[in-house]
């Protein structure tokens, strides 16, 4: 159970966080109304998808302080602790994407496949592409096609095309590149690296602890923020990192661990 602990603790965070919505739509629950783009906690406290407030914002439109006062709050809440958790912790697109990454694993297919180079910074592109069409278009442009929010307002009111956008989701990672739509092409994702990148709460290597057997890469589905394995004690400062904690997980040394930034300014080990 020791290496699956945070793996079932974002399961039954992400299904709860889906529960509250369908609950609030299906039986007129309080707790957490709307959706991944606009939400009430509690009938009082007004959440927005910091992104799609942005997307809005170029179009023009004029923002009511409810939608500019929940940016701000989730924006805080991820940029000062959870980092980019929203990806591993709230998406539910999340759950699909482990699955594909999972079969690919026991499969080996990315033993047996030909590569393909997509470079991870397509998904910033993306981002800065979505938000020149939402000015030049006046609407939120990522939105209209985000399947994110197609699959979420699929599950909550049972309509729209979320079904059909999980599969091609899956059926790409599985098939044509590993992690390929988290990891290269989500600008929702992108977006919470940015606002994450300074965050309190990091997973900490302990070199002096590693025995190099590279599980954690393994199952990393941001590899290159694990750059420090068997190198330095050192924390993962780079934005993408999903804080998912799978990596904390499959490390049976406990040379990996969740630990607060500031407790983490130590010289790296010498070489």
């Not at 393909?116 to 939402?134: P, T």
């Not at 490390?251 to 630990?259: I, P, R, T």
Request: aromatic content about 10%; charged content about 20%.
């Amino acid at each position: 159970m020791k290496h699956y602990k945070y793996l079932l603790m974002r399961r039954f965070t992400q299904i709860g966080i889906l529960l509250l919505y369908i609950g609030a739509n299906a039986w007129g629950w309080k707790i957490l109304r709307g959706d991944l783009s606009a939400s009430l906690l509690m009938g009082k406290v007004p959440l927005a998808d910091p992104y799609a407030v942005v997307q809005i914002a170029v179009t023009g439109a004029t923002l009511g302080m409810d939608i500019i006062l929940g940016a701000l709050i989730v924006t805080l809440f991820y940029g000062v602790i959870g980092g980019r958790a929203f990806c591993s912790w709230v998406c539910p697109i999340n759950m699909i994407t482990d699955t594909a990454a999972w079969l690919r694993r026991k499969m080996r297919l990315s033993e047996i496949q030909k590569r393909f180079y997509i470079s991870r910074s397509l998904r910033y592109w993306i981002l800065g592409l979505s938000l020149i069409l939402s000015a030049v278009m006046g609407v939120a442009a990522f939105e209209l096609i985000s399947p994110v929010s197609m699959a979420h307002r699929g599950a909550v009111f049972g309509m729209g095309m979320g079904g059909g956008a999980l599969v091609v989701i899956f059926l790409f990672d599985l098939l044509v590149h590993e992690n390929g739509w988290c990891g290269y092409i989500c600008p929702l994702g992108a977006s919470y690296a940015l606002i994450g990148k300074f965050s309190f709460i990091r997973v900490h290597h302990d070199a002096n602890k590693c025995t190099d057997c590279r599980d954690c890469i393994t199952v990393c589905p941001e590899k290159e923020v694990l750059h420090m394995i068997n190198r330095s004690s050192e924390s993962v400062l780079m934005g993408e990192c999903t804080n998912c904690g799978r990596c904390v997980d499959v490390c049976k040394e406990d040379a990996l661990g969740f630990s607060i930034r500031s407790q983490l300014k130590q010289p790296k080990d010498e070489e």
